[in-house]
């Protein structure tokens, strides 16, 4: 598995795999992605903690109109996310936060 963080209000877009862009009719389903229940707050801002499957290699990420409000998201279009982390970085980057929050409600 990897994981990724990224900030309430921003949604997935694009998927990559080795072949290139997701193609959900070749693979015969949608990439697992999952939200985890887990996030992180750093520099006022939630970051949510992602899990996908590891033929996923690059994951786009857009801002929702609720993220758009933001006075620092205002001008971004997407991010594509390229270096995903593995689950002792996941660890790592945990144990180093100041605020860590966790829900037990369903996130989809």
């Given at each position: ?39 992180v707050w750093d520099k ?65």
């Amino acid at each position: 598995m990897k994981y990724f963080l990224f900030s309430e209000g921003w949604a997935v877009g694009r998927v990559w795999t080795v072949g290139g862009l997701w193609s959900e009719t070749a693979w015969r389903r949608a990439p697992d992605i999952e939200k985890m229940t887990l996030c992180v707050w750093d520099k006022n801002e939630k970051m949510w903690l992602y899990r996908v499957e590891d033929a996923v290699l690059m994951v786009d990420v857009y801002p929702t109109s609720k993220a758009q409000q933001s006075a620092s998201t205002q001008n971004i279009g997407n991010v594509v996310l390229t270096r995903l982390i593995n689950a002792e970085q996941v660890l790592e980057y945990l144990s180093n936060a100041s605020v860590i929050c966790q829900t037990n409600q369903d996130l989809s």
